[in-house]
């Protein structure tokens, strides 16, 4: 289990390189040396806490990559498992980023 002080740690990096680039939660989770499932669970929070400033967490969508279907509607932060359209689960990764 991590403690407290490390996830508040892990927080501020994903943060800061969020204010930087547009990066994905694979690159995430390999520029801070988490789980990509961990990624998404940071994202949330800082998503929250953005807001709580007036800020806010955006980025592009997962995309299908066989019809096209974008998942704009998603509020959860994690990985979509297939395409509701077409039920493929070929998807080009989300990209997130702090302006
Ligand atoms: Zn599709």
Do not use: W
């Not at 002080?5 to 969020?18: G, H, P």
């Not at 390999?30 to 789980?35: G, L």
């Not at 709580?52 to 980025?59: F, M, P, R």
Request: glycine share 4%; hydrophobic share 30%; with cysteine.
């Amino acid at each position: 289990m991590e403690n407290n002080d490390r996830r508040q740690t892990v927080r501020q990096q994903i943060i800061a390189l969020l204010r930087n680039e547009n990066l994905t939660v694979r690159d995430l989770s390999q520029a801070v040396s988490i789980q990509e499932k961990d990624v998404f669970e940071h994202l949330a929070h800082i998503d929250m806490s953005l807001k709580s400033h007036g800020e806010k967490l955006t980025g592009k969508p997962y995309i299908c990559l066989d019809c096209g279907f974008e998942f704009n509607q998603r509020k959860k932060y994690n990985r979509p498992g297939r395409c509701p359209q077409c039920k493929n689960s070929h998807l080009q990764p989300a990209v997130y980023h702090i302006p």
